[in-house]
């Protein structure tokens, strides 16, 4: 049961259940229709016109083969997969295999109403007159090797999250994963993702107002009492008492430190005293810090709660965007030294992260907008769609409005789960593809001193040179280098840093090569939401590019 494969009719959903599966588990999740469309280079309709239903099949048996070879997949396959014993019998082995049922009504209306979705193109079988009897008779004939499913779920009444939910709990219950061991918070609708780590999974919670409801959130966890809430002084000013009055609500004990806002607040000074202060109320390890702010706040309270009594609980409550898409996602804590940023830190995972997005309001423009660029980062590396959402919804976004924008961090959220959930050490090399931007990203903030732009900001520009970058190695599709450039612009982030002194940028990207090895590993991108890593980006080119972005 490594896998969760989806089969059903079009219109039941596979694609959009699929994908919720998958941040449900922490899971990758790949559409077998929308990797055949992505290698064919056309439309699923083309392919059936220009090249016939039998070459249809031959690259969608061979995308299913790859799919089913990986483990921890949700794969969504088309309708008619199934219907090739090679294909069945692969399914049947490599996964539970679920298919989604719906009466050939609910698939004739719902095929009748607007859809984005891949299945659209599967339509050339179900096109032309009397649809409602082609799918009764199309369906009728696959219905025997929809029997095969080892579990079925009729989503005629079911929103798409819920049906979602019963699928991962048909995995919980048929892989013996039982209810002795479910997935934290299933079937919470706030549940963004879970990060599976090699010492136990843990949920993300993203929603809108969930701080006044926090200490409900901590009872359900469960933690133990008391609570350690560490925050700074400008988060602390907005969100510290409410925080406290849900805490004391809930009948959660809890001791509070606050320190200065600000990046220097990273230092083992602070962590020293938050040691002592610790001590001093006989914490003990099974006790549980509550890391309250930005980035800032979870880097250092996740390197005291990792070291403190060789570790504590650990809780992040991220109120930056920065820290609710990135830092409080993937067990990286860290203070600074005055010879460099994060020197001293360790991977530590937190028990439970809960994002509270409506805290977002009093988040600093400037701060908002950087933060934006890491999220976007995700879409380009591995979500087409999320790229899209942003594109469609940039005013909504930038507007904060809560549904939308919940969304959309829930969804980025989820990448950076999936990514850590793969690779949580850093070690397999996938965790290298959330590098995309940051290798001139890095150079600009270090060679400018830190002092003109934030992380997110030298990020995007970062971006902008990676993209022109693999546009010159024809990795990079002009139209995503477009498309990308227009999308960073409306999200107000910087394109270019004219005027910057070239040679003290490069000095820094060489410092940085130099602590990565002996090749310059560059993300870049094949096209949208599909990232890969280059070793063999020219010095020169890299030259060139930055020259242009410097102009
Ligand atoms: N561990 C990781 O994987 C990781 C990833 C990204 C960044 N980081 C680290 O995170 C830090 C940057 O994060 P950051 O930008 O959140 O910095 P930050 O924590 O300093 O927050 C920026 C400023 O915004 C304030 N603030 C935060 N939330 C607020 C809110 N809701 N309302 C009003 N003010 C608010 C803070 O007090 C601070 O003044 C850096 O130290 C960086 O190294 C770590
Ligand atoms: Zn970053």
């Known amino acids: 049961m490594n896998n969760i494969i989806l089969t059903g009719f079009s219109g039941t959903g596979k694609t959009q259940v699929g994908r919720a599966v998958a941040r449900l588990l922490g ?17 699923i309709a083309r392919i059936f016109a220009e090249e016939g239903e039998a070459s249809f099949r031959a690259l969608e048996g061979t995308v299913l083969q790859e799919a089913c070879a990986g483990d921890r997949r949700v794969i969504a396959t088309g309708g008619g997969a199934i219907m090739d014993p090679a294909n069945q019998a692969l399914m049947e082995a490599r996964g539970l295999l679920v298919c989604l049922e719906a009466r050939a009504e609910t698939i004739h209306t719902r095929l009748g109403g607007p859809q984005r979705s891949p299945e659209e193109e599967v339509r050339p079988l179900l096109e032309g007159p009397e649809r409602l009897e ?23 009444r079911l929103p798409l999250e819920e049906v979602a939910q019963e699928v991962v709990r048909a995995w919980q219950y048929l892989s013996g994963r039982g209810p002795g061991e479910p997935v934290p918070f299933a079937g919470d609708a706030d549940l963004a993702a879970v990060v599976e780590t090699s010492s136990r999974p843990y949920p993300v919670l993203v929603g809108w107002d969930l701080l006044s409801r926090i200490g409900e959130i901590l009872g359900k966890a469960p933690i133990a009492d008391p609570v350690y809430l560490v925050s700074d002084s400008r988060v602390f000013e907005h969100y510290g008492r409410p925080v406290q009055q849900a805490l004391q609500e809930a009948e959660i004990p809890c001791h509070t430190f606050v320190f200065p806002a600000g990046e220097t607040s990273k230092s083992l000074e602070l962590a020293s005293s938050l040691y002592g202060w610790l001590a001093e109320r006989r914490a003990q390890r099974g006790h549980t810090l509550l890391a309250l702010g930005g980035g800032v706040v979870t880097d250092l309270v996740g390197f005291v709660a990792a070291t403190y009594n060789r570790g504590m609980h650990l809780v992040h409550l991220p109120t930056s965007l920065t820290a609710m898409v990135d830092a409080a996602i993937g067990g990286k804590t860290a203070v600074n030294l005055p010879q460099a940023k994060n020197l001293v830190g360790a991977f530590y995972q937190p028990r439970l992260v809960v994002a509270d997005v409506a805290t977002l309001k009093t988040l600093p423009q400037r701060e908002l907008l950087e933060g934006w660029a890491e999220a976007i980062k995700h879409a380009l590396i591995l979500d087409a769609d999320l ?56 150079a600009l903030e270090a060679g400018t001193g830190y002092g003109r732009f934030l992380h997110g900001e030298a990020v995007a520009v970062g971006m902008v040179g990676a993209a022109h970058i693999g546009q010159r190695l024809g990795v990079t599709p002009p139209e995503v280098v477009e498309r990308q450039d227009a999308l960073l612009r409306r999200f107000q982030l910087p394109v270019r840093c004219p005027g910057v002194d070239l040679g003290t940028v490069e000095e820094a990207m060489a410092l940085d090569k130099k602590a990565l090895g002996p090749s310059l590993r560059w993300v870049l991108l094949e096209s949208l939401g599909h990232a890969v890593v280059r070793a063999d980006v020219p010095a020169s080119l890299a030259h060139e590019v930055l020259a242009e972005l410097a102009r």
Not at 134 to 150: C, D, E, P, S, T
């Open 387 to 442: 790229f899209h959402t942003f594109e469609e919804g940039t005013e909504l976004l930038l507007a904060l409005a809560p549904e939308p924008t919940t969304q959309v961090i829930r969804r980025s959220v989820a990448i950076k789960a999936h990514v850590v959930s793969q690779d949580e050490r850093e070690t397999t090399g996938y965790r290298t593809l959330l590098n995309y931007g940051h290798t001139i990203g890095h």
């Open 27 to 43: 899971w990758e999740f790949l559409d077998t229709d929308e990797e055949v469309v992505r290698r064919a280079g056309k439309p």
């Open 134 to 156: 082609r799918v009764q008779l199309l369906k009728g004939r696959r219905q025997a090797a929809y029997a095969r499913a080892h579990w079925t779920v009729h989503t005629d």
